[in-house]
């Protein structure tokens, strides 16, 4: 059959538009299929978080204490797993590095904590170490019940997009002397730790995989010491080394706000402290071991302008340990951040019970990060609040 040049024109055209509508439609179909894939593991992924941690219900009166927690996370209500993007990635959440746009490092980052009952404690009774149970039981024994937090902490490192090693050191010391002025309520801990961690990104970054790697020594109290006896940290002190691994999950959905989910599992197997003793002191027994437990944290970021954006967060840590808690408030934590241009940061949040704020201000190589926040410090049942205040000075090349 001979078709005229005019009809064969016309065929060669509605061929040609029938092929680019189908191919148009199987693009759709496909871009559709993979929002839908995307969904499906976004949705698996929380309902598999949510139901990791079934376990019957027990008491536990102590204080929630993350292994680190920096100044932007206290801030922000103790939420931070689902907005971390700096070097505290390595503490925080090992798919945070996949969020790094910059190589860098820090060269020095002292934290300083304290409660705010710090300055009446001192004047009833001077001390000159906040760190030691026996140069701080005079001051205790004249305020008793009174609640005394100090904590310092640095994290040197290097990082860059997907990597990062750092130095952690830490000394911790919460207490308080009874009413009767019998024992001095003592938890202490010197850490020294070395971390390195990589992160994997998939699917142009919709999927981050991180995983890091930590050696840490450890000294530690833990116990109600009788003020008539040895307050001094070696007869008290458990102290050993371990190495431990965590690993994190960052799941962001392709669409307006970047929502995201983020899972992080700490110490997978467990991490003991009898793998190596007496490294910094010799003593007869060893820290308590590190169970495997797991944050979980859902987050959006809103796009106000150029050069303004917040963050929202909702998380919710340790979710084996809070399973079995008669009080699970205290897991729990909400965080909003205001960024400025990347120069000026408002936070504010809300740490299980109680609210928080703090406030940044960063150039091209430093920062000063101010927080304020309260902690849950008494038994379930029976709620205590102690507020407490965060200085950080960062520099960076």
Known sequence: M???????LKLTQFRAERFHTRSAERGRRSRQGWKMHYWKIFGFATVAVITLAERPAWSQADEVRP???????LGMGGAQIGVVDDETALAVNPAGLGRLRDVYGT???PEIEGSINWPGIYLSQAFSNPFDPAAMEPSLAASP???????AQLFPSFVARNFGIGIFGRYLFDGRVDATGTNLQTYYQ???AVLMGFNFRLWG???KLGIVGKAISRIEINKAIPVAGALDIPSN?????GVGFDSGLTLTAPIVWLPSISVVARDIGGTRFDTITGVRMTTATQPAPLSQDYDVALSVTPIHSKNSRSVFTIEYDKL?????AADKVRYGHVGYEYNLADVFFLRLGMNGRYWTTGFEIASEHTQIQLAYYGAEIGPAGAPEEDRRWVWKFVFRF
Do not use: C, M, W
């Not at 292994?67 to 996370?73: D, E, K, L, S």
């Open 145 to 151: 019940g009174k609640p005394f937090h100090a904590k």
């Open 107 to 109: 060269l020095v980052d």
């Open 205 to 207: 970054g919709r999927i």
């Open 67 to 73: 292994f680190y927690i920096g100044a932007r996370g």
């Open 2 to 8: 001979v078709l005229k040049s005019g009809t064969f």
């Open 237 to 241: 002190a458990s102290e050993g080394a």
């Open 320 to 324: 084996l340990e809070a399973q079995q």
């Open 190 to 192: 010197n850490d020294l």
